[in-house]
C-alpha cells in the first residue's frame, strides 16, 4: 500500500471542505494540502442553493461567477397569509456549479485533489499525525480534516459525534421558464418547519424540511406534504423519483470539534443553523476558522493554536445559534400559536436580516425581549 505525507489532508471537498483547503494556502502557501472526495465532480448535492452574500467575508475572491440568481423579493406564508419583502438579497446557486467553482479556485493555488476517492477508516493516530485508509492507499497527515457532510460516517466512527438535533429536508428540482423570480418561505405545510421555493434562473428548487420528533425517525412524512406543496407551482408532473434528501445535522453545541489532530468543520460539526437549516455559509465560515487554527499550527507546532478553533467556533458561529436553537425550540413547540405571528412585516424582516447576513440572532434576541416573547407565546 502506498503512503502519501501531507501536511493536511481534508475529507470532502464540499464547501466546508474546500473553503478549509483554500484559506491554509492562502494563510500558509507552502502547505502540503491534500482534498478527497468520494464522488467525481462536479456532483449533484440535494439543497435549495439559498446562500447569503456575507460568505463573500470568508473566501478572497469573486463568487459572482457561481451565483445563478440573485433574489431580492421574497414572500412569507403562515396562517394563510402571505407577506412580502424587497429589502434582503440571497444568491441562489447551484450546487453542482457552486462546489466545483471553490474546488477549482482551491486546486489553482495548489491544493491537490482525489475524486472518487472513499476514506474507509482513519487509523494510527499519535501525537504528530495519522493516517486516512482509502481502497487501496493510505495518505499520512499531520492534520486530518473531516469535512464530510451530514451522512458522513467517519466521526461517529471515531467517537466525535454526540446526539445531535436533525432535521429531515427534501428537495424537487423543477425546470421551467415560468418564473416570477420571488422566493417563497411557507409556514403552512409542516407543523415543524417550512416548506420552500427558491427561484433558479432556469427553475424552481422546491423543498420541504422539519424536525424529526422521537419515534418519527424516517417517517415524518415529507414526500406527501412536499408533493401537496408543490401543486400551487404549476409543477404538471411531480415525478417521486427525483425526490432527493437527507437528514440535516443541526448544531448542538455538544460536539468535541478538535481532537488530537483531527479536527470537525461543516455540518458533521452541527455547523448549520437550528432555525434555518442554512449549512452553506456557516460551512464556509467553519473552514475558514479552521484554516486560521491550522496555519497557526503548522507554524507553531503548539496544539494549543488548534483547540483555539472549538473557542473560535463557539464565538463566532456557536453563541449565535444557541439562541436559534432557542427560538427553533419555541416553534416547534408553539407553532400553532406563532403562525399569526410570522406573517408580519416585523418577523419577515427579522427572519431575513439574519438569513441574508445583514445581521445576527445575537442582534435580535436579548434576555429581556426573549422573556417577554415567552410569556406571550406560552400563556
Ligand atoms: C434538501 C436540503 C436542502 C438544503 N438547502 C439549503 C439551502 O438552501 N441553503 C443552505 O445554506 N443550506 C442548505 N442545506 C444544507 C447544506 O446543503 C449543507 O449544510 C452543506 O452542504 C454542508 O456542507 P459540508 O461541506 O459540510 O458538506 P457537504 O456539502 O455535504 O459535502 C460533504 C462531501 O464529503 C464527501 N464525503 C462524505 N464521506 C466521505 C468519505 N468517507 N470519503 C470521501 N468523501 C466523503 C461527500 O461526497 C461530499 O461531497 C440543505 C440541505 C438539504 C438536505
Known sequence: MNNSLYDVIIIGAGPSGTSCAYNIKRLKPDAKVLVVDKASFPRYKPCGGGVSPEVANYLDFSLEP???????????????????????????????????????????IGVEFIANCEVKDIVNQNENSASVITEGRKFTGKIIVLAEGGRGKLAKKLGMLSSSTVLAAMEYEHYTSNLDGKLYIDFDYNSSGYAWNFPKSDGLSLGIGGHIKGKEKGNVGLPKKLASYVSQFDVSQFEKSNLHGHPIQLFS?????????????????????????????????????????????????????????????????GSDFQRARFVSFLLNQYMHKLLPILSTERAINAFMDVFSGKSSYKAKINL???????LRVIF
Not at 431580492?72 to 412580502?84: D, Y
Not at 444568491?91 to 466545483?100: G, I, T, Y
Not at 460551512?283 to 494549543?304: E, F, H, N, V
Open 66 to 108: 457561481a451565483v445563478d440568481y440573485k433574489c431580492n423579493q421574497v414572500v412569507m406564508v403562515a396562517n394563510g397569509k402571505e407577506i412580502e419583502t424587497d429589502k434582503h438579497e440571497l444568491w441562489m446557486v447551484r450546487r453542482e456549479v457552486f462546489d466545483n467553482y471553490l474546488l477549482e479556485k482551491a486546486k489553482s
Open 368 to 374: 429581556k425581549r426573549a422573556f417577554k416573547f415567552c
Open 253 to 317: 453545541g455538544k460536539s468535541r470539534l478538535v481532537c488530537g489532530k483531527i479536527v470537525l468543520i461543516g455540518e458533521i460539526a452541527g455547523c448549520v443553523d437550528p432555525l434555518t437549516a442554512e449549512g452553506i455559509r456557516p460551512a464556509i465560515k467553519s473552514g475558514y476558522l479552521a484554516a486560521q487554527s491550522i496555519a497557526s499550527y503548522l507554524r507553531t507546532d503548539k496544539q494549543k493554536c488548534l483547540d483555539d478553533y472549538n473557542l473560535m467556533f463557539y464565538e463566532q458561529i
